[in-house]
């Protein structure tokens, strides 16, 4: 949520704004929230104007009782009853007007970073750093369904009969796979100087409305049935939320923060839950990377965190490119951010997100409360998140990228205390 005095002083620039992210349509809310910011602060003028003046008669009454002037008292009586009621009105008015303003605002995309590229949607992303050499092998690359099969570590049937689509099974040396390439970007992580959390998998509604965009919300989340509750769709969301109504030490910024939590997304309008694969589904693990800084270090923040990723898929022998995210590709929230998408052998392209970063500004911190206490008072913080590796779907990059001829898998030397010393992962038929 962008800071309403922006609008007030440049309302052309929000404008402006909006049209990058070719969102025309909410062009007409700018200059309806001026309205209604003008109206809240007529009732708000009406109100203390109302109160200042029930003050002075109140002292009145007091007066014309003392002196016996009851037909005068009773009449003031009369008048400062019908100011109560009308400040009743009012702050019954003023609440529904800011409901009102509040719900547009956070409609209104915050604003892009100057050297973000503009475009319409993801096809114009621009690519700005390929990292490892992207081999494709003189043997064929199977489709990675079939890779796990062969190396007895998918069971997709039985997840159709206990769960349905987009469910899935991991067994043996790939279930054992998944959990190390956690483990190892937790250390990861921690060697990097961030603290390791594990938050609550479920949040409430307030914490949901702060982290996210309305249609993410839509698109993403599950809801407990009953219950104020919406289980996570990254752990992002309730690493931001810890902060919801604090104020942050100045002294004690940066908080880099890694947390582990499963996800859980639905994935509305999705293409590929009726494939064969684990590319799209519903239920996933992850490990997330979170900064809350000051302002002026944000940017700096956000080029860190995706070197990080980098690093870190580096290490796994994984070639990726670094993708700036478009205008029309951002997320209302988003001032900038960027995608590593590995590469795919079979394919002979760049496919798969490994991880999305992204500064958010101070748009979380406005609708969440979050402020940093400094020597000059208090301001909202910025924040920013960053994927550091999310299986299953990360598995299938590992395995396209680590496969042999021979159908086994090398295992990367930085994983391989994580696997018993495991250097390669073999067919079921070896």
């Known amino acids: 949520m962008i800071d309403i005095n922006l609008i007030r002083t440049n309302k052309e620039l929000v404008k ?3 049209k990058k992210k070719f969102q025309d349509h909410k062009l007409p809310l700018v200059d309806e929230v001026l309205v209604l910011d003008n109206k809240i602060r007529a009732l708000k003028k009406e109100g203390d104007d109302l109160r200042a003046s ?18 005068e008292a009773e009449e003031i009586k009369n008048q400062v009853k019908k100011n109560n009621e009308r400040i009743v009105e009012i702050e019954k008015e003023e609440g529904e007007i800011s409901l009102k303003l509040k719900k547009i605002m956070m409609t209104i995309p915050n604003i892009l970073a100057d050297d973000v590229p503009i475009g319409k949607d993801d096809s114009e992303n621009v690519q700005r750093l390929t990292v490892g050499k992207a081999n494709v092998p003189n043997y064929e690359i199977p489709y ?44 990861f992580m921690i060697n990097k100087g961030f603290t390791y959390c594990i938050p609550p998998f479920m949040i409430r509604s307030d914490v949901v409305n702060g982290v996210m965009s ?20 990254t752990s992002e969301h309730s690493m931001i939320g810890r902060f919801k109504d604090t104020q942050v030490k100045e002294s004690d910024l940066p908080l880099l923060l890694t947390s582990y939590s499963p996800c859980f ?49 580096a290490s796994l022998d994984i070639p990726h490119e670094v993708m700036e995210c478009c ?46 206490k400094g020597e000059k008072g208090s301001y909202f913080a910025h924040t920013l998140n960053n994927t550091v590796v999310a299986p299953p779907r990360m598995l299938i990059a590992f395995l396209e990228n680590n496969l042999n001829e021979d159908g086994s898998v090398n295992v990367p030397k930085a994983l391989q205390p994580y696997m018993g010393g495991m250097t390669k992962i073999y067919p079921k038929t070896k």
Request: one cysteine or more.
């Open 144 to 187: 990675h369904a079939d890779i796990l099969e062969s190396l007895n570590g998918l069971d997709l049937d039985s997840a159709r009969r206990t769960s349905g689509n987009g469910f899935y099974y991991l067994t043996g040396n790939i279930a054992r796979l998944h959990s190390a390439i956690l483990s190892y970007a937790r250390d």
């Open 327 to 372: 205008s029309g590709d951002l997320a209302d929230l988003k001032v900038k951010s960027c995608d590593l998408n590995a590469w795919s052998p079979r394919q002979k392209k760049y496919f798969g997100e490994l991880g999305s970063c992204s500064n958010l500004s101070d748009a979380q911190a406005r609708r969440l409360g979050i402020k940093i």
């Open 16 to 18: 402006e704004n909006i």
């Open 265 to 313: 997304r639905k994935e509305v309008g999705a293409h590929g839950l009726e494939e064969r694969g684990i590319y799209r589904v519903h239920q996933f693990e992850k490990q997330e990377m979170i900064v809350i800084c000051k302002p002026e270090e944000s940017m700096d923040w956000y080029n860190k965190m995706w070197q990080i990723s980098s690093e870190f898929f």
């Open 54 to 71: 029930r003050n002075t008669l109140s002292a009145k009454i007091g007066q014309f009782m003392r002196e016996k002037k009851l037909a």
């Open 214 to 233: 309305f249609d993410e919300m839509e698109n993403m989340m599950y809801k407990i049935e009953g219950e104020d509750l919406y289980l996570i769709g």
